[in-house]
């Protein structure tokens, strides 16, 4: 065990079992499943993700490139976490990812082998390879060798929410700058959230030893956040990551509400994911470790300075029993010293610097420590980590240590204010990028800014968040900032150790080498953003946040350029991977969207109805009964009684629209290609639609109730649409209109009543009084009337059907009411209740238009309307539908087809050919819109659009349908293959 | 691990209205909600250049003010909600046809429809109402900021919503009745862990 | 993005379906050249990248037709108003009808 006696932020007196590799383990409440295993000796974590070398924890936080991990098992395992950023629970199991058959013995390590064909370029280069290449090698061998943890083969079963807060100022990170920023902006009043991917607030506090107001550090973060969670008007959320920043002040982050126990708590979701929408924010996000490159540099045991530091302090963990230091900076020189301060030896201090600030050097010597300056690590050796090649002032030497804690300096975590695509900018001083051009209303704090030093942290963040405040107009009062000592930061920038020996990683989690960056310089990719492409550095699931600094500064060595003049790539959201179960919420499985129920829903459900999706609708589609095995059957037999007596459907979805006022006539001859100002009352019409652009947008039928009343039905699937175009007419085109319109869908239930015997049900079900024989309601007429004893109703005789038919409005709550009631009136008549499928065979046979044919690219023309445009009037897209190409004669046209052998069935899709023309595009003559399998003739008739096909009738054309293997003799017939007269709907 | 509770959307079937019960935490009601029957509703609209005089209409025959805004106003069992500029929505809990009754005192001032039917109320009481909303909606219901009286039209998980706050505690909200299932399923699943009381008839 | 609705208060963009430009008017269609000003109207449409004059429609709020000015590289909003308003503004009471030669 390497568990320290004293010390940490961990709960001694909670112990945790955990499992890794399926060895069981202890840790305590605190830990994270890196530093439990550290704790345990557990030094090798995982294998690389292209050529399966040995990798062990580099980093403490959300940075780490190697521990990767699965966590829980079967339809909870999830791949590819973090285990430094995975909070230990009691019973986790962990199993590490992408090795077999184990992690110790991994045969795949022989991609290593390979390294010269899996380097830089490697993908765009396999394009080059014969095909075969890749049928045969890259895809079966490689793709399986190289790839990350084993996706869950069963579906989440916990659940996921969204929500919606918003707030005056949002404080990203609750280090020493975010606690002090909300600190100022809470004790103003302002409403504050402070959130923190931690779950413990305090940031770098908790991983240091520093004193702010004589106590350590981390009970200052304490404090502060009690006093901070005791503001009503301040949220604290941990466990919380900001991962993006969108438009408006709108901010994405995760919330981890379940992820640190083994399964949510009763009726909590695994995860939240919230919209926060803040006037102000503060990024307070802290700095990244960056490592230097060199030779042997992802061998276990090779770690971060501040993350062997952090699992001292924090998690009172020794990752090593001997440790060597590697630096560029001053602040690695402070992580030494608590090291040794642990107890832990610390064989040496080897600095890039020929000369570092004397204190510490002086310091360092009384503890004991070598320093070595003017030094660099040129090798390491050992599975895992047991010495270091160093050279120091030009002597070489090699140094026994389990443990090498490197720091190349910190990288401010700017990748936020990269969101609005603002280009982070160099600073010298600090060999780091900072915030360049931020989001707007986003100011950034502390070490996220480049002020690393604690100090400056706690002064900026207070100032920032005051002038968040102050500038919503909340009085602030500054809180006074604790005084600390100033610590140096003194840095030099240094980043790849030229003549080191064996691979240097650059990118570990991709498995980028120094030599990839060469090769890509070599072959011309260059500027960052090829650079990037070409050797997938910094597009990991990491983004880079250990290796691009470095990567970049390597190029700019190879072209001479300097950093500034190099750039940098930047960083698009989301900061940290999101689940796609998260992004989802409440909307999955048949909860994706809204589903929206009919008034008859459950009284077609107790009919045994079988439903379909139209749209957000769900819809009776048939109602087969005991002993039909095939939906055709029942069709069939819906379509025969609604022909022979009478049936009902519920046509509630369509579209209805009230329209009121003087001037309704004129709107509606404006958007109606026909005339409605002259309908008379009492009457309806049938109306068609256009785009501006000519094309036909809707149809239905309108029916004048009232002088100045008229109700527009619609399409069920353009329902929303038409009703934004009324409004788009009255408000923009035409606000000299004086219309109101109001959606009446929901309001009435509509019921279709068709067939031969329709009158006779209908009398039996309205109030004495309603007329509705053929002088009282005569085909095309419209009445209000009551039904049911005093149920208020609208009365219109209309038929998709081509049968006597008649739509039956009433209030929606008496919609089942009705259905029931007709049902019982048409007893007699063996009334049958039909869906959706024998409609659609019934306006086929009559040859109505449906959404096949209102397919956005049909004018009115072509579907055989053009008669009934007016000339005598504008109206929306009558200029447009006169452009030359959609009065071709040569534009398909609406026309019905049947089959020339009668048995052979009709598929819509299929293309029509001239007898004997090649299947090519050019012969293309149109298409087949709609089929149907018509109980009436016997076989299968169609709809299309077919090249001057209304004067084609009677001729035979090709119907050919590559995909499914169609290609048959078609006859051309007249649309309508019923009643062509209409007799029986005018009966 | 053993599942020791399970989701209720897990076994209520997609496609009926939840029915009446208690849903999530047992021992808790952050959230209750009751479905509200024979509210009869209208919209109104004036006709053009008519506003002033309905304004007045309203005021002298049925004490009522527009709100100007998205705004709800309560006059005895009456209330009005701005819905947009010149429309409002009316509501009685006592009149069986406030269409009716706003036509009579309009006569040709107004349009007006009927729209009883097309919604349904749901009054919604608790701690927890603004937290439940909040993991749909994307308006700010903060109780410190949506004030009793506030009215929003709005989105609710996708779905389109009228609410407004009645009093301190008191929520109302008025969906399309085709939506009814499918809002209820995200008020059970949102408020679960809160403890969810839905009372069908109220 | 948050959309300010001038009659709902600051909304977001998810309840509002996006039409684009709102500076065309539609053209009198009783002109000798209509179908030459109707194929502008129709299709041509600047792309500008800055200040943009836009058309949304708040469907999930009041159902208006909101004349938004949009910055198309920022995205940030710096105004918006209702239809009509934004008519009675420009000066252009009513969109063309026959007859109408304005």
Known sequence: MSRLAKGGLIDRARSLAFTFDG????????????SALLANDVRLVGRSFKYHRPRGIVSAGAEEPNALVELRAGARREP?????VAELFDGLDA?????????????LSVNQLLSPFLGAGFYYKTFMWPAAFWEKVYEPIIRRAAGLGRMAEAADPDHYEKASTFCDVLVIGAGPAGLMAALAAGRAGARVILADEDFLTGGRLNAETREIDGKPAAEWAARVTAE??????????????????????????LERVADHLPVPPPFQPRQRLWRIHARRAVLAAGATERPVVFGGNDRPGVMLAGAVRTYVNRFAVAPGRRVAVFATNDDAWRGALDIKAAGIE???IIDVRRAVAASLVQQAKAEGIRTLLDGRVTATHGKLLTAIDIVADGRPERIAVDTLAVSGGWSPNVHLTCHHGGKPAWNGAIAAFVPGTVPPLLAVAGAAS??????????????????????????????????????????????????????????????VTAKDISIAHKEGFRSVEHLKRYTTLGMATDQGRTSNVTGLAIMASLTGASIPETGTTIFRPPYTPVSLGALGGHHRGKDFRAVRLTPTHEWAKARGAVFIETGAWLRAQYFPRPGETDWLESVNREVKAVRASVGLIDVSTFGKIDLQGPDVGTLLDRVYINTFSTLAIGKARYGVMLREDGLVMDDGTTARLAPEHYVMTTTTANAAKVYQHLEFCLQVLWPDLDVAIASVSEQWAQIALAGPRARDVLARVVDAGVDVSHEGLPFMGAMEGSVLGGVKARLFRLSFSGELGFEIAVPARHGAELAQALMNAGETFGITPYGIEALGVMRIEKGHVSGNELSGQTTA?????????????????????????LVDPQRPAFVGFKPVDPSQRLRAGAHFLKIGAAASLENDEGYMTSVAHSPHLGHWIGLGL??????????????????????????????????PEGERLRG | MAEHWSHPLDTLPFDTVPPAGHYGVADMTGVAARRIEGLSIATLAPARGAEAAITETMRQALAMELPGASRAVFAGARTLIGTAPGRWLALSSLDRDIAGTLRAALGPLAAITDQSDAFIALDLAGPKVADTLAKGALIDLDPRVFLPGMAATTVLAHIGITLWRREEATWRLLVARSFEAALLRFLVSSAAEYGFELDARG | MRIPCPYCGERDAHEFSYLGDATPARPDPAAPDAQDRFFDYVYLRDNPAGAHQEWWYHAYGCRQWVQVERNTLTHAVAGARLARDARDAAGDAAGNVPGDAS
């Open chain 1, 95 to 107: 199993q590490s990812q992408n090795r077999w058959p184990s992690l110790d013995l991994d045969l």
């Open chain 1, 23 to 34: 060895r069981s383990y202890g840790g305590h409440a605190g830990d994270t499943l890196a």
């Open chain 1, 346 to 348: 610390v064989a040496a």
């Open chain 1, 80 to 84: 590819n976490t973090r285990a430094t």
């Open chain 1, 946 to 979: 077919l090249q001057r096909g209304p004067e084609r009738i009677g001729e035979r054309v090709r119907a050919y349908d590559p995909v499914r293997g169609g290609d048959i003799e078609v006859e051309i017939c007249a649309p309508g293959f019923i009643d």
């Open chain 1, 450 to 511: 480049g002020a690393f030093t604690l100090g400056s942290a706690l002064t900026d963040g207070a100032a920032q968040g005051a002038e968040a405040a102050e500038a919503l107009g909340f009085p602030v009062p500054l809180p006074d900032v604790p005084a600390v000592a100033e610590e140096s930061v003194a840095i030099a920038p240094f980043w790849h150790v030229a003549d080191s020996r064996g691979p240097a990683f650059v990118d570990l989690q991709n498995d």
């Open chain 1, 861 to 885: 023309r072509d579907l055989g309307f053009g008669r009934m445009a007016s000339t005598k009037k504008d109206y929306i897209g009558r200029v447009m539908a006169g452009r030359p190409g």
């Open chain 1, 228 to 253: 901070l969670a005791s503001l009503p008007n301040v949220r604290l959320m941990t466990r919380t990551t900001v991962f993006g920043v969108y438009d408006s002040g709108t901010y994405g982050a």
